[in-house]
């Protein structure tokens, strides 16, 4: 069992960066694939981004390459999500995710077992 939580969300001006983190409970940290999704009002949650186990691999939705980056840092159980050159259009409810079975690709949902509570990111124009 992992038990996530993050943090780091905030009000920014377009153009702006935050950096998301989603720490982890438990020893197992490592065996989990990481992901990050967001949701904003009225829409379905989308994917964002998400890491191998080992942090070898990564991806993108395609609307957020080149400016957001994830990362993990196993010794400290944690997932990192990197923003830059923030848009209106990415203010959402960001949540980070694990996955320890891979079932499914990382850009589908229902591969996540479990989810943190999500923290809000508002982009203002």
């Known amino acids: 069992q992992v038990q996530l939580v993050e943090s780091g969300g905030g009000l920014v001006q377009a153009g702006g960066s935050l950096r998301l983190s989603c720490a982890a409970s438990?020893?197992?940290?490592?065996?989990?694939?990481m992901g990050w999704f967001r949701q904003a009002p009225k829409k379905e949650r989308e994917f964002v981004a998400a890491?191998?186990?080992?942090?070898?691999?990564?991806v993108y939705e395609d609307s957020v390459k080149g400016r957001f980056t994830i990362s993990r840092d196993d010794d400290k159980n944690a997932v990192y999500l990197q923003m830059n050159s923030l848009k209106p259009e990415d203010t959402a409810v960001y949540f980070c995710?694990?996955?320890?079975?891979?079932?499914?690709?990382?850009?589908?949902?229902?591969?996540?077992?479990?989810w943190g509570q999500g923290t809000q990111v508002t982009v203002s124009s």
């Open positions: 438990g020893r197992t940290f490592s065996n989990y694939r």
């Open positions: 890491i191998s186990w080992r942090g070898s691999t990564t």
């Open positions: 995710a694990a996955d320890q079975r891979g079932t499914y690709p990382p850009q589908m949902p229902q591969t996540y077992t479990h």
